[in-house]
Structures are given as C-alpha cells and as structure tokens.
T-cell receptor, first 114, second 111 residues
Framework: EPEVTQTPSHQVTQMGQEVILRCVPISNHLYFYWYRQILGQKVEFLVSFYNNEISEKSEIFDDQFSVERPDGSNFTLKIRSTKLEDSAMYFC????????????FGSGTQLSVL | QKEVEQNSGPLSVPEGAIASLNCTYSDRGSQSFFWYRQYSGKSPELIMFIYSNGDKEDGRFTAQLNKASQYVSLLIRDSQPSDSATYLCAVDTGAGTALIFGKGTTLSVSS
C-alpha cells in the first residue's frame, strides 16, 4: 500500500527557534493535511491544503504556522518561533478526494521544544 | 465549538467477547463518521467509515449511526488481544476537508 512519508521522525529544538516538518504525500493525492497530537490528548486538525492554497484551518493554526508545497512532491509545515506548548506529535495526511473515505496518515514527527 | 465525545475508558473485555465503543458529536451538519484505531506511539489507522443511518458491517466490526441522536458506535465481535488499542471517533467538520477527533477510548482485551 502507498505511504505518506514524514521526516524527521524526531525533532528537538529550542524555544523560539524555527522548525520545518516535512512530508511526502501519496503521489496522486490532491488534498493534504496537518494534524497534531499532544501527549495523552486528542488528534487535532491544523490545516488542509488543496490546489496550492489553504482550504481550511483551525484556531490552532495561527500566524506562527505556515504550510507550503514547494515542489510536486513535498508538503511542509513551518513553525516560525516555537513555544513549549508546540511539543507534540505532528501527523501529515493526504487523500485523493475532498470527501475522502480514508485519510492516509504518515508515521508522524515527534517535536520536542525545550 | 464542534465537539466529539468519547468515554476514555479503559474498557476491558475478555478475549472472544463483544466490545462496544460509543461516541457522540455536537454538529448536526456532520455527514461523515469514522472510526480509527491508534496503537501507542503510532499514527491512526482507519477501521470503518459510515455515512448513512443504520448499521454497516465489515468483518468483525460493525459501525452504527443514529443522526437524530448524534450518536455513533463501533462493535467489535470476537475481540482479540491484538484489538487492544485506543479507538478514535472522528467526524467531518461540514466544510468537507477536516476531521474532528474524539479523545479516544482505550480498549484492553485480555486473553
């Protein structure tokens, strides 16, 4: 089965630093997502992206976050100035259709902000 | 604020029993309903989706939807120790792209 690939698997950074989380969605998929999960908490939607623009975003996705599809394969999440509370597992996901039956998740990037 | 509520558990059942997991949601405009399974430290994986009122069966799993009561459930028949995981209920936001997840119910199946 095709996979969504995320790198790195673990990222440690100092508070106030910028981080970029990288994802390679499944090649023929059109919709891309970032979700996060703070340890012991629920999976939270951050942003969805289609046709090179944000289609939906949550209240969590404030000005410190941005997403980009810099080429035909990568999808990135940038956090400009990390805070302690940004520490979480960040999941990238992709789907072929808008009302998708299955959200394909990557294995996640564990971000630790010190 | 759109919410999805689940009992956190743990729900403990013996091997071979039926496990029943429940979920309520707040947004009457939601159209798509999903059950994901998440093992510790891993990403969620889809078990089932359901769009219409009633039951939907897939192997040992049955999803039930009651839109009038804003209630979704998942039954797991012949539970196995390998079913031990956290089960996440997810509902679409109505805008068509994002999912709202519940906190999940932890299931423990003892052999």
């Amino acid at each position: 089965e095709p996979e969504v690939t995320q790198t790195p698997s673990h990222q440690v950074t100092q508070m106030g630093q910028e981080v970029i989380l990288r994802c390679v969605p499944i090649s023929n998929h059109l919709y891309f997502y970032w979700y996060r999960q703070i340890l012991g908490q629920k999976v939270e939607f951050l942003v969805s992206f289609y046709n090179n623009e944000i289609s939906e975003k949550s209240e969590i996705f404030d000005d410190q976050f941005s997403v980009e599809r810099p080429d035909g394969s990568n999808f990135t999440l940038k956090i400009r100035s990390t805070k302690l509370e940004d520490s979480a597992m960040y999941f990238c996901a992709s789907t072929l259709k808008r009302q998708a039956e299955k959200l394909f998740f990557g294995s996640g990037t564990q971000l630790s902000v010190l | 604020q759109k919410e999805v509520e689940q009992n956190s558990g743990p729900l403990s059942v013996p091997e071979g029993a039926i496990a029943s997991l429940n979920c309520t949601y707040s947004d009457r405009g939601s159209q798509s309903f999903f059950w994901y399974r998440q093992y510790s430290g891993k990403s969620p994986e889809l078990i089932m989706f359901i769009y219409s009122n009633g039951d939907k069966e897939d192997g040992r799993f049955t999803a039930q939807l009651n839109k009038a009561s804003q209630y979704v459930s998942l039954l797991i028949r012949d539970s196995q120790p390998s079913d031990s995981a956290t089960y996440l209920c997810a509902v679409d936001t109505g805008a068509g792209t994002a999912l709202i997840f519940g906190k999940g119910t932890t299931l423990s199946v003892s052999s």
